[in-house]
């Protein structure tokens, strides 16, 4: 099993930035796949951002609606995933979720292949 804890959600005026961490701990592998989902109030989750980590290298993959404002990267030591949350826009106003996978996926855009999630954190965007 592998435990999730996420931190960093908040308010943040139009504009601005957050950072949001996704600390795995438990039966972790060092190939994995993370991804940033978010869900707000009557829509359906959406991905933001995954990152994958295989032998060979790690990748990066955005939503339309986030790429060039966010960015997602990972400290391995730390067993941590991050999500910079940069240019805040109201809609960007969503529960983020951080999902995992000890092994890489094909389709980290999809939120059906990860094993598991973490509780959640608000982020709130005013205008």
């Known amino acids: 099993q592998v435990q999730l804890v996420e931190t960093g959600g908040g308010l943040v005026q139009a504009g601005g930035s957050l950072r949001l961490s996704c600390a795995a701990s438990?039966?972790?592998?060092?190939?994995?796949?993370v991804g940033w989902f978010r869900q707000a109030p009557g829509k359906e989750r959406e991905f933001v951002a995954a990152?994958?980590?295989?032998?060979?290298?790690?990748?990066?993959s955005y939503s339309d609606s986030v790429k060039g404002r966010f960015d997602i990267f990972r400290d391995n030591a730390k067993n941590t995933a991050y999500l910079q949350m940069n240019s805040l826009k109201p809609e960007d106003t969503a529960v983020y979720y951080c999902?995992?996978?000890?092994?890489?996926?094909?389709?980290?855009?999809?939120?059906?292949?990860?094993?598991?999630w973490g509780q959640g954190t608000q982020v709130t965007v005013s205008s």
């Open positions: 438990g039966q972790t592998r060092s190939y994995n796949t």
């Open positions: 999902a995992r996978a000890e092994r890489v996926i094909t389709t980290p855009q999809t939120s059906t292949p990860y094993d598991y």
């Open positions: 990152t994958w980590r295989s032998w060979s290298d790690t990748s990066t």
